[in-house]
């Protein structure tokens, strides 16, 4: 596997938080997806939610195994966790995890707040099955994101790769396609081939 450089890192590291800053700012993401304050900074990346402080915290509680909850600027986000995490966003995930908000209000104690957060992601307690509004963070129901239409000629898997070698500063994207198809797809060998390191030859199918 190939090892990115402290350069590398932190310019990837840097297009997720801006990517991430962008996200925030649109409107149905700029208020926390569960109690509705402005201006959220936490987000659970697996449910796909921004949080405040305060709905983060009990978020973090819930566990991990729910719930993974980051800072939108201090911490590292990894390729997979942003991908993810664009698919859903606020709006998705609250049209599944409480698809009737005047029903089911976020309550003002801290004690019946956390109540709520976890009867909405824990116990899905306001799951409406009859709707038809699939499950968000199921990589089943993943869909392509907006800005990004996916060509008829570019499958999903061509596309990521294509997408993480932008992200690590590979701007030719005839290059990083002619390296990814020379190897398969396989992202770790184009990456090293394009740096002009030695990487395995595609196997030969016979």
């Known amino acids: 596997m190939v090892t990115l450089t402290d350069k590398e890192k932190k310019k990837l590291a840097e297009k997720h938080n801006k990517l991430l800053a962008e996200l925030v700012k649109q409107p149905d993401n700029s208020t926390c997806a569960d109690c509705g304050a402005t201006g959220p ?3 659970s990346w697996n449910l796909g939610v921004f949080l405040c402080i305060r709905c983060g915290g009990f978020h973090r509680r819930i566990g ?6 980051k800072s ?4 590292n986000w990894t390729h997979d966790e942003v991908e993810h995490f664009r698919k859903i966003g606020n709006k998705r995930a609250n049209d599944y995890f409480n698809p009737n908000p005047s029903r089911n209000r976020p309550p003002s104690s801290d004690s019946d707040l956390e109540r709520f957060i976890r009867d909405k992601y824990e116990r899905r307690k306001f799951v409406d099955g009859r709707n038809g ?3 968000p963070t199921s990589a089943n129901a993943s869909a392509p994101r907006p800005d990004q239409p ?3 000629s570019i499958g999903a898997d061509e596309a990521s790769a294509l997408t993480r070698l932008r992200e690590m500063g590979f701007l030719n994207v005839r290059d990083n396609h002619a390296a990814l198809k020379r190897f398969g797809f396989n992202v770790d060998a184009a990456v090293a081939y394009l740096r002009g390191e030695s990487a395995p030859a595609r196997p030969k199918i016979s």
């Open 72 to 75: 939108i600027s201090l911490d």
């Open 41 to 43: 900074r936490w987000a």
């Open 133 to 135: 509004v699939p499950d």
């Open 150 to 152: 996916m060509s008829p």
């Open 64 to 69: 991990t195994h729910i719930s993974k909850v």
